[in-house]
Structures are given as structure tokens and as C-alpha cells.
């Protein structure tokens, strides 16, 4: 049986069983049918019924398998910031979690939405802030090393990669010299590196302010996050409000590192981040797909690519 497979029958015994002596274990056994929730070719989640609620099993591919162990360690590095598990397979990389109800994504508005992003980035640069302290035990989790000095090799190797090369926009090679210009100065901020979500949007968060899916998660430069958190706004703006609402974002996540440089240099910072982070982007989807566990469709192949090839583009802020 391969360590990832979704669809055999083996694993997906082996998987139940667990998840049966876990839960009866807490005192909270199984008291229905597990059924399949989510499939990707890079995780798979399953939902179990327990006089209790439900709860969630999730299981990742290889090089994903961090996502437990890290999860766990977040819950005695930030307690109370994210979704603690009940049980986790770090071998294995699997996890059980309660259900925590809707992401905030069901629960916002249009009128509130602006004001609640204001708080989700205080508290999750406050959430990165209490993680700079553990870089080195995170590291020694297996979670990425995507250090902002380490990205110009980074970027060679997605550029040597044949999938990724044969989808590639020609001016992304060229970038090579500016990509380690930006990264040189980047590194120079005296920002220190932190846990960097690489997925931060308001269907990964919580209502109370708790974050979870840590799938994508590296130690990078912290403001790497607004890549993907900025992109999800802009988009869920109406395109008047977009010159004042981006700013006003950026802006609070950056509130909480005010102590370590000038707003000018944050804001610099800030755009470096989301330019370079292109490239952890990249990484994190060709991790994803590495020994992928259920077939792989053409638009998730192409994705390292398509992220390499915005970085010939400015970024939102």
C-alpha cells in the first residue's frame, strides 16, 4: 500500500481505525458512518459523527505532513489562536479536531467585512509574533525553511523544474537579478523571520479569531502573508473602496511590528514581501502536488507556474 492514497481501501481502513481508537480514547467514540468530506490530491478530510459533534480527520501527503505537528505546537505557542487538535499521527501527519462551526468567510458581511479584516490581521500578526521565538524548534517540525535569504536559490530550482519551465512567461528567468536585489533588501529589515501561513483568508480563520490550515505554512519573512490575505480583499472589494480599504489593511496587520522599524520602512517591506513570496507560493503548490495522492488536474499542475508569472507585476500595496 503507498503512504498516499486516498482511494485504497487499506488506507482508508487504517485511516478509520485510527480515527475510531482516538476518539474512543477521549471518551468520545464514533456513533455513525465516516464519510469522505473533502478529497485533494494533497489531503483528504473526513468527517466522524460522536455523541459530542463532529469531528474532523485530516490526513496529508508527504511533504504537507508538518500540518500536525505544527498545529499541535501552536496550541502551546498561541493558545487560544488556533484550532487545537485532539489527537495527531505526526508520523503520519494525521490530525483530528472538533468542529469549530462556519469560517468567518459565512459569517461576514459587506458592511462589517472591512472592519473584522482589520482585527483578523492584529491578531494574526500578533500570532506570528509569538512564533518568532520558536523558528528553529518549527524548523526541526519539518515545517519549510523559505527564509527570505534562501528564496533566490529557491527560485532556481523551480526554474530548473521541466512542469514548471514549459508553462513559464520568458521575463520570468530574466527577473533573476531583481529578485535577489529585492530579497537582499529584504533581508535587511530587521524583521525577524516567523511562521508564514501562505494561504491567509477568511475561510481559514474562525469566528473568535482562530486560525487553522496549516498545509501551506512556512518560516519566511512574516509579511509574506499579505500576498494571499490582500489578493482575497482586493477582490471582495468594489473597486472605489479598493485605494483606502488596501492601504487601511496593510496598515493594521503592519500596527503590531511598529516597535521594529518606521512606518515607511514596513510599508517598504510589505511590498517586498508580497513580491517575493510569489516564489514560496510556487513552492508551496509543487510541494503539494509531490507524490500526490489522487490524480492531479492540468490547472493544479500549471499553478507554480502561474505564480512565478506574476512576478514580472507589481503587487497590491
Known amino acids: 500500500m503507498r503512504a498516499n492514497d486516498w482511494n485504497d481501501p487499506g488506507w482508508r481502513a487504517g485511516a478509520e481505525d485510527w480515527i475510531k481508537s482516538r476518539l474512543a480514547d477521549l471518551g468520545t467514540p464514533v456513533t455513525g458512518s465516516i464519510e469522505e468530506f473533502r478529497v485533494r490530491p494533497w489531503s483528504v478530510t473526513l468527517r466522524a459523527p460522536t455523541a459530542a459533534g463532529t469531528r474532523w480527520f485530516k490526513a496529508n501527503t508527504t511533504d504537507c505532513r508538518y500540518e500536525a505537528a505544527l498545529a499541535s505546537a501552536l496550541t502551546r505557542i498561541a493558545p487560544g489562536a488556533t484550532l487545537p487538535p485532539l489527537a495527531v499521527d505526526t508520523e503520519?501527519?494525521?490530525?483530528?479536531?472538533?468542529?469549530?462551526?462556519?469560517?468567518?468567510?459565512?459569517?461576514?458581511?459587506?458592511?462589517?467585512?472591512?472592519?473584522?479584516?482589520?482585527?483578523?490581521?492584529?491578531?494574526?500578526?500578533?500570532?506570528?509574533?509569538?512564533?518568532?521565538?520558536?523558528?528553529?524548534?518549527?524548523?526541526?517540525?519539518?515545517?519549510?525553511?523559505?527564509?527570505v535569504p534562501l528564496l533566490p536559490g529557491h527560485l532556481a530550482g523551480l526554474l530548473a523544474d521541466p512542469q514548471v519551465r514549459a508553462q513559464l512567461d520568458p521575463a520570468v528567468p530574466a527577473l533573476g537579478p531583481s529578485f535577489s536585489s529585492w530579497c537582499a533588501e529584504l533581508a535587511a529589515d530587521g524583521i525577524p523571520a516567523a511562521l508564514q501561513h501562505d494561504d491567509l483568508h477568511d475561510n481559514n480563520v474562525f469566528p473568535g479569531l482562530r486560525f487553522f490550515d496549516w498545509g501551506d505554512a512556512s518560516i519566511a519573512h512574516p509579511f509574506g502573508s499579505l500576498l494571499v490575505a490582500l489578493n482575497v480583499m482586493h477582490d471582495a472589494l468594489d473597486p472605489a473602496d479598493r485605494p483606502v480599504a488596501l492601504p487601511r489593511l496593510r496598515d493594521a496587520y503592519l500596527e503590531p511590528w511598529s516597535d521594529l522599524a518606521s512606518p515607511s520602512t514596513l510599508r517598504r517591506s510589505a511590498t517586498l514581501a508580497c513580491r517575493v513570496t510569489r516564489v514560496s507560493r510556487a513552492m508551496s503548490w509543487q510541494r503539494s502536488l509531490r507524490d500526490a495522492a489522487v490524480p492531479v488536474s492540468d490547472s493544479f499542475r500549471a499553478a507554480p507556474a502561474a505564480w512565478l508569472n506574476e512576478l514580472p507585476t507589481a503587487t497590491t500595496v
Open 92 to 147: 503520519r501527519g494525521w490530525m483530528l479536531t472538533a468542529d469549530a462551526g462556519p469560517t468567518l468567510r459565512s459569517t461576514l458581511n459587506a458592511d462589517s467585512r472591512l472592519d473584522t479584516w482589520v482585527e483578523v490581521l492584529q491578531a494574526y500578526a500578533r500570532l506570528q509574533r509569538a512564533t518568532q521565538p520558536h523558528v528553529a524548534a518549527l524548523l526541526a517540525l519539518g515545517v519549510p525553511d523559505q527564509r
